[in-house]
Every structure is written in C-alpha cells, then in structure tokens.
C-alpha cells in the first residue's frame, strides 16, 4: 500500500479523504455464545473500498448466573446493547478518512439520538481535530442516516452490585477500597494487563472473581493509518461506557461506578471545547446517564463514584494505601511493558499530585527516579502549572490542582534543599512561598453535581473527613 496522504496538511488531507472516501457503512454484527464465552464481531465498510471487522470477547466466569445463550442474544435488550458497542467502536474506524455521510444498518434512531452520537462523534474527537489542525464544525462534519426496527426501552431485573472497571492507577483503587467497605464489588478490565491483573490481585480478586473483555481492533486500520489515514484520540471512557452496560446485563449487576473526578471537567485548551478527558466529563456523564434511560433501559446504574472530587483529593486518599504502591501504574507510554516511562507528561503529574502526601524517597522508589530531579521534564511542569499555553493531551489534573501540589510540596521540604523542578517553580513568582490559600480551597473543595445515591455519597463524605 502506498503512502498517498503524508505530503498533506492536516486540513488538505482530511477533504482529500473524505471526497475519495464519501461514506461509512455500519453493515451489522454477529455474535456467538461458546462453552469459552461471548464473541462477536461488527462489519464496518469504508465507501466499498475497504472493509473492517473488529470484535470483542467476554470469557465465561463461575460467578455469571445466566450467561447468555444464543435466544438470549436476539432479545431486544441485548440485540440493542451489541448493536450500540458497534455504535462507539465505529469512531476509530470513521475517523481514518471521516466521510462525510454514516449509514446505519438494523436500527432506526430518533433525531435526538442522531444528535446525541453527533456530540460524542464531535466532541470525542475534538483532541483528533485540534491535532490534526482540521477545522469543521458539528453541523456539516457528518449526516448519520439510519435505517431499521426503532428499538424500545426494556426492563432487566438486577441486583446491588457494584460493577468497578480497574484502570491501574489509583484512582480506581480509591474506589475499589473505599465502596468495598459498604457493598459488594465486581471488577471489571478491559483487555487486562499487568497493573490492572495486580491491583485487582492486590485487592483480594482472583482471577476467576472480575468481569473481563477482550477487545480486538482490525489490522487493517493500523495498516491504513501507517498509511498516511487520519489518527489521533477517540473517547475511550465513552466506549467503555456501552460496554458496562453489556456486562452490567451479563452479569446482573445494577451500579457501574466510575472512577472520573471533577478535573476531568478542565478543557486541555484554555478557552475552547477541546478536552482529552470529555468522555471522562461530567458533560458526558449526564448526556449518557440519559441517552441510556431514553433509549435502552432505565435499570442501569452508571455514575462517577469520584466526581465529586479533584486529583489532590484522590491523592491523599490513595496515599493511604500502601499495599498499591508496588503494583499502580498511570502511564500510557509504558503500559504495554507495565512500567513508568518517566519520560512523559502523565509519570510527571502523577509524581507531583502524590508528592505532598507520600516521602520524596518513597515516591522515587515507586517511580525509580526522582522526577523533580529530571531537566527535560522542565516543559512538562509548564504545561501542567499553566505557564504553557496547553495542557499536556492526556488524563491530568487541572491546572490549580498541580499548583497546589508542587506548593504543599515546597512548603513540607521544611527548608531543605529544592529538588530542580521545585526549584524552578518557587522561583517562577506563580506563588508566595508560605501561602497556601490555594492548596487549602483545592483540599476543601466538593462538586455537588455529581449521580451518587445518598449511600455512596455518605462514605464519600465520611472519608474526606
């Protein structure tokens, strides 16, 4: 395959491919139902030319009641739960060449689902776009045209479980131990790896006690996008979200509950819309809680257990838990080899919001470097205390929340010498050295908009005190 596209601007490129490639088919899905588990897989068509057929697996697991069966599958619940997996796991494939129109086969959705897929299809990529230097606007950047049986709200008898996806930091963790306290717990990973195997090992599961999904993506979009294709970020928390809906079903398990806190609200890019975290958001959070109730079922439970909290909140409450501290990992660009990079925005930001409430000497035993001691971290630490102009593109704090961190950190170095990135800061004039006015409003801080129901809300409560 030759590299037709890399000569091109990011704008040039996406109205070359999207008047090559002028629609995308939804075509359908199968699934099957084996003494190993679930399978299915979806069948997306690029304007003739190319077809995809990523899929995914849930593997049997003794805790499962009612596994579904091959009846079970053609349910309108289930059928409509697969069929709107298909839904969120087109973005990836879409945004290759981002035609112009989307043909939807098997369901037929209202307008107002039409506007809803059209905000998480915008808004998801608003990273993608912003990147790419593509310039287009939610009304004109896609028509979604659909065709099918229109599908009613079903009801689904489920129990008080607590469904908790485990992402291997510690923000999960933070939600696994603390709603252990008061119900009953179910992991659950997608494609599980290590700090995802060993946090949920470390907090008693075995492995035939989480909710597991393997995902599969086509090689043929990864050809396609080595290819000069269209790339970037898509909303991985809003695909994780349809997918909590399908095991929240298999498993009959009622609560999903996410470990999103309120700085996933901040967008990246100061004074725009354009935010890594939107699937993280509260926005988000809301659009879907609705969109479910309206047009899948009203018995799912889906909420941020965490929103009502900030990233130095969740800090200090996971420094309690010393038993991770082996085994959390928050890096992106070492997650396939379980380590921190400490190379990378995320390991910087990490290090700083735990640094006021875990020793300098531990932190760097975890990390295996001193990151305050790295120079080339040095333009990290700008755009995370906002001294850049853009905030690194991945899931980070706000901008007051690390202020506040590297200013509790300072002030508890209780006179010593400043490690190079501390010093750095104390000497940039962001802060006076001694106020904390800004550490202690962050620590105080509770977002009231937020899904928890009063039980959940009051250990929550209960904890910050």
């Given at each position: ?96 060449a981002c035609p112009q129109k989307v043909f939807i086969k098997g369901h037929k959705l209202t ?77 659950f990973i997608m494609n599980p790896r290590g700090a995802t195997l060993e946090c949920t090992k ?264």
């Amino acid at each position: 395959m030759t590299n037709k596209f890399n000569d091109f601007s990011g704008q040039e490129n996406f109205d070359t491919l999207r008047k090559n490639y002028p629609f995308m088919e939804y075509v359908g899905y199968e699934a099957v139902v084996d003494p190993i588990g679930l399978h299915v897989s979806y069948e997306f068509n690029l304007a003739g030319k190319y077809t995809f057929r990523p899929g995914f697996k849930i593997p049997r697991k003794p805790f499962f009641k009612d596994f579904p069966t091959s009846e079970t599958l053609k349910t309108p619940l289930f059928d409509n739960l697969l069929f709107h997996i298909g839904l969120i796991e087109l973005i990836s494939y879409w945004k290759a060449a981002c035609p112009q129109k989307v043909f939807i086969k098997g369901h037929k959705l209202t307008k107002e689902q039409v506007l809803f897929w059209k905000t998480i299809y915008y808004q998801g990529l608003g990273e993608f776009f912003y990147t790419n230097k593509i310039s287009t606007n939610v009304d004109d950047f896609m028509e979604i045209v659909s065709e099918g049986n229109k599908t009613d709200v079903q009801s689904i008898a489920l129990d008080e479980t607590v469904i908790v996806p485990i992402g291997g930091g510690k923000d999960s963790v933070v939600t696994l131990e603390m709603l252990g306290e008061i119900a009953n717990i179910r992991p659950f990973i997608m494609n599980p790896r290590g700090a995802t195997l060993e946090c949920t090992k470390v907090a008693g599961y075995g492995n035939d006690e989480f909710i597991e999904v393997n995902r599969r993506i086509d090689p043929l979009l990864l050809e396609l996008n080595a290819n000069g294709f269209l790339n970037g970020h898509t909303p991985f928390s809003a695909m994780l979200a349809f997918y909590s809906l399908l095991v929240s079903a298999i498993s009959g398990h009622r609560h999903v509950a996410l470990s999103n806190e309120s700085s996933a609200n901040e967008p990246t890019v100061a004074g725009t819309e354009v935010n890594h975290q939107y699937s993280k958001s509260f926005a988000f959070e809301s659009d879907f809680r609705r969109y479910v109730r309206g047009y899948i079922s009203a018995d799912f439970n889906y909420f941020s257990f965490l929103r009502p909290l900030n990233e130095l909140q969740i800090a200090r409450l996971f420094a309690k838990q010393e038993k991770y501290f082996p085994v959390f990992k928050s890096c992106n660009a070492g997650s396939k080899t379980d380590i921190w990079c400490c190379n990378c925005p995320k390991c910087l930001f990490a290090f700083t919001i735990l640094s006021p409430f875990i020793p300098i000497d531990n932190l760097t035993r975890i990390f295996g470097k001193n990151l305050f001691e790295l120079p080339q971290m040095l333009t990290f630490l700008k755009e995370l205390t906002g001294i850049a102009e853009v905030k690194p593109f991945e899931c980070v704090g706000t901008i007051d929340e690390v202020n506040a961190a590297l200013q509790l950190a300072i002030s508890l170095n209780n006179g010593n010498k400043l490690p190079l990135l501390l010093e750095y800061y104390n000497n940039s004039g962001i802060f006076t050295p001694g106020n904390l006015v800004l550490p202690n409003k962050v620590l105080g801080e509770f977002n009231e908009s937020n899904f928890l129901e009063k039980n959940f809300l009051e250990i929550l409560k209960q904890k910050l005190k």
